[in-house]
Nanobody, 123 residues
């Protein structure tokens, strides 16, 4: 069992940056593949970025490549998502996710979710 708690979401203007954090508790961080998803109003939850459980390979959605960066601090059981050059289309609830599998790039692969943190980008 693992518990995930996100923080850092806020209201920003287009072009600005935000850094999200996700603290994991319950089991060691390296036991799971970790990632971020987001869900905009009226849309399905979608993959943003993730780390594989073995080797720490990074995966990112095409829509965020070059703008969003995922990172981890295993000593703090924390993963981060740095969001840069934000656009109004990035407005969404951002969720931290953990998977017992090798990687997590789809909703069906997620075993644990955080409660989400809201990022709102004004134009």
């Amino acid at each position: 069992q693992v518990q995930l708690v996100e923080s850092g979401g806020r209201l920003v203007q287009a072009g600005e940056s935000v850094k999200l954090s996700c603290i994991a508790s319950g089991r060691t961080f390296s036991t799971y593949a970790m990632g971020w998803f987001r869900q905009a109003p009226g849309k399905e939850r979608e993959f943003v970025a993730s780390y594989s459980r073995i080797g720490g390979k990074i995966y990112s959605a095409d829509s965020v490549k070059g703008r969003f960066t995922i990172s981890t601090d295993n000593s703090k059981n924390t993963q981060y998502l740095q969001l840069r050059n934000l656009k109004p289309d990035d407005t969404a609830m951002y969720y931290c996710a953990a998977s017992k599998g090798y990687n997590v790039t789809a909703v069906r692969e997620v075993d644990y979710w955080g409660q989400g943190t809201q990022v709102t980008v004004s134009s």
